[in-house]
């Protein structure tokens, strides 16, 4: 075992070195030695916003996710912290009732209680469970590191009972309600939806656009017109909400006389063809309390026995001049806002309308006919009643169920609701003391989305889901919230068979009223965003777990889609504010959708549908995650193949870093014995700058990672170890570490790239932590001093700002600019960089340069490959105008001059740098290690050159570490396995020899010519 620094392969395989590093986390359990490494830190509690388990294989926006949550895990691990990382799953609900139903071919509520509940049940249950397993082998296999073992998920009894809790927590502070609201329902689900879910999926719909004449009472020949476009729910019409603030008027058409909004006159006209004569005008307020009979009541019997119904009431929020015709059809039963002004009225419900979305028998002429197909009838008959004005078609956008795309219906049912509405500007509160990243997703769309608080309806009258716990006496009405498991045992009237806290055994437990009678538990079950909302409490198993709990809640960090705004985000919310009386989460991350390469979103469905998988099948994980965490967090990410192959050729640029520092480093036999502040005096100005670059690099790269800005904190690090440690600097010290002595200087250099090499990678762990894993077991987990047996034990990097310096990096930059500058003026004469020039002359007035010019002077001399280096003020140099003897090229700050006039001694040392260009080439081909020795000849294509190339002979032979070097213009035959090449240099041939030191033994040289 080796206690230096180790090699590290030559070639970049992500498919290999994945694999490996898998193995050896299964191998070690590194996973569980991290966490257990890091338990005694501060606590840091991430709660993961459980996906639906709806099918087997994430979306490539939920393994984004998850890879995000990953990252800001093993960072904050990095920094100490004990991060709790529990992932879950929203187990409960329609869509793996519908998957079920699909399965077994039901299409009702009725065809499932056929097929048995508790099959039903049982069937949900598997679904759940099988999708969630094979969903967190496809999250595991990506390299996130979370507690796959034990995932919360929302369907086991003690998240249940969490949720029992919650309602009684609700309960006692006088929040439950059971009342009528009216809700967007779907006919074919026969359940609820959360006005979250409607947002979800519209579609274009054609629907009847009507004008019906409302006959006012006691008026022959006069009506009330109004405008609806479902006519289906006239026969539910209990009143004609008018704007006190209007002018109405009276007009004739023909020989009857209309009433509707003054400034609504002329569009009406148009709409419906007809001529409308204006009588006289008024305010809306005269019509106040004016009767009418109902259209439809010949036809809808129950319409002649209302109560209190039939009359214009007065509404300002309610009624516009956008549309219709000012007088405003209300069926309190069908609209919320009819709703609100019925109840303000006392106007009767009247709910015509069953589960299925069909009208019930006191809908007369209309009952067991679905209201939507209902609609051409009902028009029909207020045709032939002769109080049809105008009837047309028209398109638009309506809400369709996001599971079955049937179109919604407005209805007024009996829920359980939570009173919240009252408490806006508590949540509001909450919202400012969060912290939001980007800050308008909070500042902004989640403000804007809370202006809009109602109570929340929190039932469901659905199967797969949390039984709503709430009991009711069937003799004397009473009812009883349970909170736990262990309540409802003490209060059942027997022992009942119980193996999980769901229908149809919770609907068997009956209780044991005061009264002596039996209380039976209400049918519904809880709506799932009540489940998730709960999570940052149920998860930790409260409030049984209450010390535990105490010591987690609430979450540090949460990190989800943008459309989780409008329903995770608000949910953990509203249960934090009902229960805990506040927010359950301090920080939120929001980040957006993944859209394929046309901005579209990515649907199975679509052809060009793309699963992390592939990505990690073509590139690996290291290439995905980097890809995905490079992109700007909270805009949507265009996924793009193209895209993902540029950003994987960085990940080859960050191993060839550290291939090459293990190279040499090993090679050396170096460790890093010496600290790099005993070495002060011998770091040259580069080695100071790249410090400088390092420490910069901590303190924007940790303050970017603070305030989960990642995409930022990717950049900078990808700028530091391209630009400034693998083509900058790696370069700039070839020279230095290929010198076979062990001196101070190159000892500098060593530790100057260990030291950035190493922040570099623990910076780099928690993004691509298989390239980092492997580099570090490869390089380091065998050598001295001591490292741990993995690179995620490692502690992020402090920046020390003492060795931040300004000038030196402004400099720097003028120092490349010169660099790159004399590589172009020697390129447009076709000088190699490799041919040494006598002189180079920088004309400047810029303060940088000149600065940079004096600091990084031998630097400059190497690079730019010159005997000397000059500057001159902008405007002299003329003298260095010729072109037949110098090279020019302009830059930025000013111009450089090459002197192109070659000495004999420039020429040889130039053409022994081509020699040893080429010969390194084919030591590489022969595959030789790096520290292995040769013997080698040249055969010069003249006596010139072979005594050009002899003069450099020591250099040459020292350089491709020949251990005996022929020059020569003359072939002498020989045994020795030599690999032979002829190459041009020059415009004129070549012939290279070598062989490994090895191979020579009892072989005879081409020619014995020692080497100094
Ligand atoms: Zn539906
Ligand atoms: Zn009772």
Redesign the pocket.
Known sequence: MSKYVGEVPKQYDPKIVEKEVKSLWDQEQTYEAVKKFRAKGPKFYFLDGPPFPSSDTPHIGTSWGKVVKDTVIRYKRSQGFNVRDQPGYDCHGLPIELAIEQKFGIKTKKDIENFGLERFITECRLFAETNSAAMGRAFADLGIWMDWAKPYMTHQDSYVESGWWGVKQASSKGLLEHGQRVVHWCPQDETVLSDYEVVLEYKMLRDPSIYVKFPVEGKGNEFILIWTTTPWTLPSNVAVMVNPDFQYARVRSGNETLILAKERIEAVAKATGRTLELLESFPGTQLDGVTYRSPLETLVPIQLNLKNAHRVVLSKEYVTLEEGTGCVHSAPGHGEEDFEVGVRYGLPVLMLVDDQGKFVPEAGKYAGKPVRSANPEVIDDLKSLGMLFHSEEIEHRSPVCWRCKTPLLIRATDQWLIHIAQKKSAFMKEVDATRWIPDWAGAVQFKNWLEGLKDWVVSRQRFWGTPFPVWI??????QKVIGSKQELLENASSTPDLPTLHVPWVNNVKLQ?????E?TRVPDVMDVWFDSGGASLACLGYPQNAEESKFWWPADFIVEGRDQITAWFFALLKSGMVTMGKSPYKTVLMHGFALDSEGREMHKSAGDYVTADEVVERFGRDSFRYYVLQSTLWEDLRFSWDAVKQYSGDLSTFWNTFVFAGTYMSLDKFSPRVPLKQLTRSLRPEDRWLLSRMNRTIKEATALMDEYKIHEAVRKLKTFLVEDLSHTYVRFIRRRTWVEKQTRDKLAAYTTLYTALMAALVMLTPITPFLTESVYQHMLRNAEPKHPQSVHMLDWPKSDERWINDSLEEEMKAAKDIISTVAVARMQKSVKQRQPVPKVIVATNSEPVRKALRTYLTLLLDQANTRTLTRTPKGASSKYEDPTRFAKAEFADGTVHVDLKLSKSELAEGLARDAVRRMQQMRKEMDLKVDSYIHAYILAPSAKSANLLKGKRTFIAGEVRAKQLVIDTKKEETDAPYYRKTWQINSESYEFGLCEKTKMDGKSEAKKVEVD
């Open positions: 006496c069937d003799s004397c009405n009473k009223c005061e009264c002596g009678e209380m």
